[in-house]
């Protein structure tokens, strides 16, 4: 395997662009990025693995929803600098529900979306997380934009990190006056803010929603009180 990783050439991030491909009618399905421990994970097993640049992290496609890609076929270009992988795809490899990523068409009107869904993410999350997960990912695009100077999400990362965490702890103080006052549309109204505030927070750190997720789903069932030893 050595031979063969020594031949790509991995950007100064110490990644390279992976295109992936359906196997069976070509159809160009997304685009990632793989490092090299990503590349091994995905000889050794046969299945896609790629690295996040929003989470800082290893991760295998599908391994939320199941939608995996098994591996046929590895290609890499001219120039050693990017590979292909053509692969047989379970459901979609879009996690906003579509088979490909490449959804849009521009049309003479702006962006058009074209195709149906394959799953919708409320099958996936639930209604309410995956709204969050939508608003997380938005989240992540200013994150990446963050010169826009038209985002209040890239404003605050400008700011950086004490400027986010002042606004949790306000949203937080304004959740506990409006459950102390017993107004239930303000109690909304300021939990929806501080979900917000709290998302952009962990987006600063590439934390993803589904990472609580699943430690709430830890702790689910066990009781929060220690007994006495």
């Known amino acids: 395997m050595e031979d063969i990783l020594k031949e790509v050439k991995f950007d100064e991030k110490g990644l390279v662009p992976a295109i992936i491909q359906d196997v069976d009618d070509g159809e160009v399905l997304m685009v990632a990025y793989m490092n090299r421990l990503a590349l091994e994970k995905t000889l050794e097993t046969g299945y896609t693995h790629f690295w996040s640049r929003s989470r800082s992290r290893l991760w295998k496609k599908g391994e939320e929803s199941g939608h995996v890609q098994r591996v046929e076929e590895i290609r890499i270009d001219c120039d050693s600098d990017t590979i292909l992988v053509k692969v047989h795809q379970e459901g979609a490899a879009c996690h906003m529900g579509h088979r490909s990523c490449f959804f849009r068409k521009l049309d003479e ?18 209604e309410g997380c995956a709204i969050l997960e939508h608003v997380y990912e938005v989240i992540l695009d200013r994150k990446h934009h963050i010169d826009r100077q038209d985002s209040y999400v890239a404003f605050l990362f400008r700011e950086g990190l004490d400027a986010i965490l002042k606004k949790v702890g306000e949203e937080a103080t304004e959740v506990v006056l409006a459950c102390k006052d017993g107004d239930r549309e303000r109690v909304i109204y300021e939990v929806a803010d501080l979900f917000f505030h709290t998302l952009v927070a962990i987006g600063y750190h590439s934390v993803p929603p589904a990472d609580v997720y699943r430690e709430l789903g830890r702790r689910f069932g066990k009781s929060g009180l220690k007994k006495e030893e």
Do not use: A, H
Request: no cysteine.
């Open 109 to 126: 009107g702006g962006w058009r979306e074209e195709g149906e869904k394959v799953f919708s993410p409320q099958d996936v999350y639930g």
